[in-house]
Nanobody
């Protein structure tokens, strides 16, 4: 059974940084795309970033380019999202997701974590 567990969320001041982690288990993730989504108050879930586990191709929403960096550590089966220069508009529940194959531009990922809250104060 694939399991994804997010951690690292919390309260941070505008301009600060956080690093989110997604611990993945249940199988090897070679041949998977893994991604971060977020859902802010009163908003729909939106794509943030994705990474191809095997070839390390990365993708970012325009709203986070230059501020967020996605990465993964194969030896730890863990994906990260380094978030710098955080803004109040980044406040959301952040979700880890995983999908077999190489299609990343979809909301219909096969596996999801429970989410971690990020709150950015002004």
């Amino acid at each position: 059974q694939v399991q994804l567990v997010e951690s690292g969320g919390g309260l941070v001041q505008a301009g600060g940084s956080l690093r989110l982690s997604c611990a993945a288990s249940g199988r090897t993730f070679s041949g998977y795309v893994m991604a971060w989504f977020r859902q802010g108050p009163g908003k729909e879930r939106e794509f943030v970033s994705a990474i191809n586990w095997s070839d390390l191709s990365t993708y970012y929403a325009d709203s986070v380019k230059g501020r967020f960096t996605i990465s993964r550590d194969h030896t730890k089966n863990t994906m990260y999202l380094q978030m710098n220069n955080l803004k109040p508009e980044d406040t959301a529940v952040y979700y880890c997701a995983a999908n077999p194959g190489s299609i990343w531009r979809t909301q219909y990922y096969e596996h999801w974590g429970q989410g971690t809250q990020v709150t950015v104060s002004s």
